[in-house]
């Protein structure tokens, strides 16, 4: 996840943003990884909003998390954003929750 913000970032400051959203939307799969190790600002938030709303219906993600979808609203620093993101996450999703020791 924070890769993916970092990429983010860096095509905002080179004016490719949507370039870079032309590239994640010609995989067939992505996977956003430890969303919510680390909280998003107000902007990092939006272009994730954007790139789930444009994969929604079209594209498959896999997410992990290990927060609760309740504290969603925490990580993305704004709970209107949060909402909507889980929206179309869970809309026709398959949810695995993990309990247990970590074995890494």
Known sequence: MQELVDRFYTSLATGEI???FKKLLSY????LDEIGYLP???????Y?????????????LIVSSNKGFEQWGE???DGII???????????SEIFLLRGESYR
């Not at 998003?40 to 939006?46: C, E, F, H, P, S």
């Not at 790139?51 to 219906?57: A, D, H, T, V």
């Open 40 to 46: 998003l600002d107000k902007k990092a938030a939006n």
């Open 28 to 31: 067939n799969c992505i996977i």
């Open 48 to 60: 994730l909003f954007q790139l789930i709303s444009k994969c929604y219906e079209r594209k498959s």
């Open 75 to 77: 990580i993305f620093s």
């Open 82 to 92: 949060a909402t909507a993101i889980l929206d179309r996450l869970l809309h026709h």
């Open 18 to 20: 949507k370039k870079l």
